[in-house]
């Protein structure tokens, strides 16, 4: 008996043939594809990463790349003490650190676009209130969003600037992928826009130029030496040994020198290249 609405027999459509049936799935499937958020948008395929990074500090891909530290750490004249921090420090004793002469710290506040640092709270703001001049930095993924987006992310999750003459501009923290490329699967040019793009916003956005964390291998292997960016950007080069070493082309002097990764409380040390009156104006701008 037929079943009758509005008084008009409903039917159903006749059944496909087998060989349509299986591409009307096909292309139904296609179709929801489509129509995905971001699907349209393939300008940028971002690389697979960690949501909550365990082993990403500053510095995290230095040591295999170049070796171990030499026993001397240089001499103390004219520089201050400082440490880089991050999750994987957890809560952090400031106390003990001022106590041992440390006066300022970076605490990582962000990483890409998705991950910001469970403890930044206690690390950034527990620094200040120790007495402490303090930073934050962002570990970039050149590979995962643009030098714009990740600049936006980090000024609004930590790495803002004020001129409270205790805090430092941000950081951008360039090094070794620890996902996969040794390059993030970048040219030397396409790297040197997303930096340029980094920096030029982050000025955008706090009025202050942001530092360069990066090692001067990398800086050959993935970025051609380039050196434009050495008559603006302040470089924090990680070497764990008795000097300082070679330079990225364009730096004559670094600004801070990360000197170890197995320093006491929280293994990252390092020392500003100056007198702490040079490190406070570094912070004022």
């Known amino acids: ?24 799935s096909l292309l139904a499937a296609l179709a929801l594809l489509i129509t995905l958020p971001g699907a349209a948008d393939a300008s940028y395929a971002p690389a697979k ?31 201050v003490e400082g440490v880089d921090v991050s999750s994987h420090n957890g809560n952090v004793s400031w106390s003990k650190l001022k106590k041992s002469g440390v006066r300022f710290a970076y605490t990582k506040a962000t990483e890409g676009t998705s991950y910001t640092n469970p403890y930044f709270t206690q690390q950034y703001d527990g620094s200040y209130d120790a007495g402490m001049i303090r930073g934050a930095y962002h570990f970039a993924l050149p590979d995962n969003s643009s030098g714009t987006a990740q600049a936006d ?5 930590g790495g803002g600037w004020s001129r409270d003459h205790k805090t430092l501009p941000g950081v951008l923290d360039l090094e070794w992928n620890p996902y996969g490329d040794a390059c993030y699967g ?3 040019d396409d790297l040197i826009d997303w930096v340029t793009d980094f920096f030029d916003r982050y000025y955008r956005r706090t009025g202050r130029d942001a530092l360069l964390y990066t090692a001067t291998k990398w800086w050959k292997e993935c970025m051609g030496n380039y050196s434009r960016f050495g008559s603006v ?15 990225p082309k364009g730096w004559s002097f670094h600004t801070i020198w990360q000197y170890t990764d197995s320093g006491p409380t929280v293994g990252d040390h390092n020392r500003f290249n100056g007198t702490f009156s040079r490190l406070q104006a570094l912070a004022d701008g």
């Open 1 to 24: 008996m037929p079943v009758h609405c509005s008084g008009r027999e409903r039917r159903r459509p006749p059944a496909p043939p087998r060989l349509v049936a299986p591409l009307l």
């Open 233 to 247: 950007n302040p470089l924090w080069i990680p070497q764990y040994g008795s000097s300082v070493g070679e330079l």
């Open 153 to 157: 992310y980090f000024a609004r999750h």
């Open 186 to 188: 970048m040219s030397s």
């Open 49 to 79: 990463h960690p949501t909550h990074p365990a082993q990403d500090w500053m510095g995290v891909t230095v040591t295999d790349h170049e070796g171990g530290q030499d026993e001397a750490q240089g001499p103390r004249s004219a520089s």
